[in-house]
């Protein structure tokens, strides 16, 4: 058997349409570039304190966070001024440094206190974290 193929000279392909996939790759680059904008990241909502002479640290051994309700925590967590000194003498064996992130409405008596009891325990490295201006 010969079957024969019918070529037809008029019968052409159509060149594809390649605008609604540019469309929609065009969309998704956008939506992928502002993502991370509206990703919420838990923690503790603190508004840092300004300072013209502050100075970026590159390390973090211990980071105290301050609230502006006073309360004290290490890791998302509350913690107590007794469990915080016991806190404190491990980090202070180990020569650790203590980076205090404090709310700019935080008492300055709870600051004092933390930034005291570093001192009498013997750390010798204290930050506190603030906003360049």
């Keep these: 058997m010969h079957f024969r193929r019918h070529m037809d000279s008029g019968a052409r392909l159509k060149p594809l349409d390649?605008?609604?996939?540019?469309?929609?790759?065009?969309l998704l680059l956008v939506?992928?570039?502002?993502?991370?904008?509206?990703?919420?990241?838990?923690?503790?909502?603190?508004?840092l304190p300004k300072a013209?002479?502050?100075?970026?640290?590159?390390?973090k051994d211990l980071e105290v966070v301050i609230s502006d309700e006073n309360k004290i925590y290490i890791?998302?967590?509350?913690?107590?001024?007794q469990d915080l000194k016991a806190l404190f003498k491990q980090a202070a064996q180990t020569k650790a440094a203590i980076l205090i992130k404090a709310d700019r409405r935080a008492?300055?008596?709870v600051i004092t206190e933390i930034w005291d009891m570093c001192r009498y325990l013997g750390i010798k490295q204290?930050?506190?974290?603030?906003n360049q201006e």
């Design 126 to 130: 204290v930050n506190i974290v603030t």
């Design 52 to 59: 013209v002479t502050s100075g970026a640290v590159t390390y």
């Design 75 to 81: 890791d998302g967590k509350t913690i107590s001024i």
């Design 18 to 26: 390649i605008t609604p996939i540019m469309g929609m790759l065009l």
């Design 107 to 109: 008492s300055l008596g």
């Design 31 to 47: 939506f992928f570039m502002l993502m991370p904008g509206f990703v919420m990241q838990p923690g503790i909502k603190v508004n």
